[in-house]
């Protein structure tokens, strides 16, 4: 005896619009009982009172570990409870041009980031001092759509905890380290166009993107022979990636929060997110990635998913990834990198950053 209303707000952008209805709307009389949230959202909206917690008798944080992936119940789970679940993953991937790779004679992806530096720079293509063609889309915040992203994959892999270690020199040395690609490297221009239209169009060799970009990508130029592989790692023995993904909430002033969070539990199991990666492939060239670690086999074949999957037991996610809808952390990056491209010291430019994520 339940009735479901649907409401399609994903043509509402951006997406900092979006957030800040979920936000408002949540504390209202009538608000919406089960609501799409970002993952980095999770922990402030529990701060504020904004999600029911799942039932422990429906479903116990151990039973949510063990089918989710750590970044998961890193941030769904608060004080032992349960505030969100996910129905699909995403995160960061290096997409790279196989033809381009095959020019330089390079027969597989680069895995540590010395080898990705060494292989942009082969990769690069110049007329006289002018780029023509980019080894990699690194360095710049303004026409990297995922710049934050791939900071925020740097730092920790550093070990760097971006909300209270920002401002430390292992995540200095990251800046510096990314900024150099275009300043001393030049193995990518602010001049050229975003980098994933970019790669579309054959101007750039790698760029780090999420998987539902790679769809963008294939339908903007369906013949490019492309690859996708796990992130470059600074240890190997240490792996650590980088997650941007979705989950589903329960408004905590729902009035149907029980019935609520039974139908989350059931859009999770295995054979609903089977149907629902399925229905989703009849319409575009494929689904999300599973969210349920018990899934991952069953994308072992898919070469364009089964990279992310790869790397989804070792992400780490925060408030500064892009297309989050949380645009001051964003931007609060952004600023720092442009800054350093300018001539501000990395410590100086991160301190101002460390100030406005923290707030």
């Known amino acids: 005896n339940v009735t479901i209303k649907y409401e399609d707000r994903s043509v509402l952008k951006p997406l900092i619009s979006y957030k800040e209805r979920v936000f408002s709307t949540i504390v209202e009389q009538n608000t919406p009982d089960i609501v799409l949230v970002h993952a980095s959202w999770v922990p402030r909206m529990v701060s504020f009172g904004m999600l029911a917690p799942a039932p422990n008798s429906l479903i116990k944080p151990a039973d949510f570990k063990a089918t989710?992936?750590?970044?998961?119940?890193?941030?769904?789970?608060v004080?032992?409870?349960?505030?969100?679940?996910?129905l699909s993953y995403d995160g960061l991937a290096?997409?790279?041009?196989?033809?381009?790779?095959?020019?330089?004679?390079?027969?597989?992806p680069p895995t540590a980031w010395e080898e990705f530096r060494r292989l942009a720079t082969e990769l690069s293509v110049y007329s006289g001092t002018d780029l023509v063609r980019a080894g990699a889309a690194m360095g710049s915040a303004s026409n990297i759509d995922f710049c934050p992203d791939i900071l925020g994959l740097m730092w920790s892999q550093a070990g760097v905890d971006i909300k209270s270690e920002?401002?430390?020199q292992a995540a200095q040395d990251a800046l510096t380290f990314y900024t150099n690609f275009l300043k001393e490297d030049q193995v990518w221009s602010s001049n050229f166009p975003e980098a994933t239209q970019a790669f579309a169009e054959?101007?750039?060799?790698?760029?780090?993107v999420p998987s539902w970009q790679i769809l963008d990508?294939?339908?903007?130029?369906?013949?490019?022979?492309?690859?996708?592989?796990?992130?470059?790692?600074?240890?190997?023995?240490?792996?650590?990636?980088?997650?941007?993904?979705?989950?589903?909430?329960?408004?905590?002033?729902?009035?149907?929060?029980?019935?609520?969070?039974?139908?989350l539990k059931f859009l999770a199991e295995r054979d609903q997110q089977l149907k629902l990666f399925n229905a989703s492939s009849n319409y575009r060239g494929f689904g999300s990635p599973y969210s349920r670690k018990d899934l991952a086999d069953e994308l072992a074949l898919n070469d364009y998913l089964r990279?992310?999957?790869?790397?989804?037991?070792?992400?780490?996610?925060?408030?500064?990834?892009?297309?989050?809808?949380?645009?001051?952390?964003?931007?609060?990056?952004?600023?720092?990198?442009?800054?350093?491209?300018?001539?501000t010291p990395a410590g100086e430019a991160l301190t101002k950053a460390k100030a406005e994520i923290s707030k």
């Open 68 to 77: 989710f992936y750590p970044v998961t119940s890193e941030k769904a789970i």
């Open 79 to 86: 004080n032992n409870q349960i505030y969100a679940l996910p």
């Open 94 to 108: 290096l997409v790279y041009n196989k033809d381009h790779f095959a020019e330089v004679g390079q027969q597989s």
């Open 166 to 168: 920002l401002d430390s």
């Open 202 to 208: 054959g101007k750039v060799s790698m760029i780090f």
């Open 217 to 263: 990508i294939l339908v903007a130029s369906s013949g490019l022979n492309i690859g996708v592989a796990p992130v470059p790692q600074i240890s190997a023995e240490n792996p650590v990636s980088w997650a941007s993904f979705w989950m589903e909430g329960v408004s905590a002033k729902s009035p149907n929060s029980a019935v609520a969070w039974d139908f």
């Open 307 to 343: 990279p992310y999957l790869l790397d989804a037991p070792y992400a780490k996610t925060e408030e500064i990834s892009a297309r989050s809808g949380n645009a001051r952390q964003e931007e609060s990056i952004r600023e720092a990198v442009n800054a350093v491209l300018a001539g």
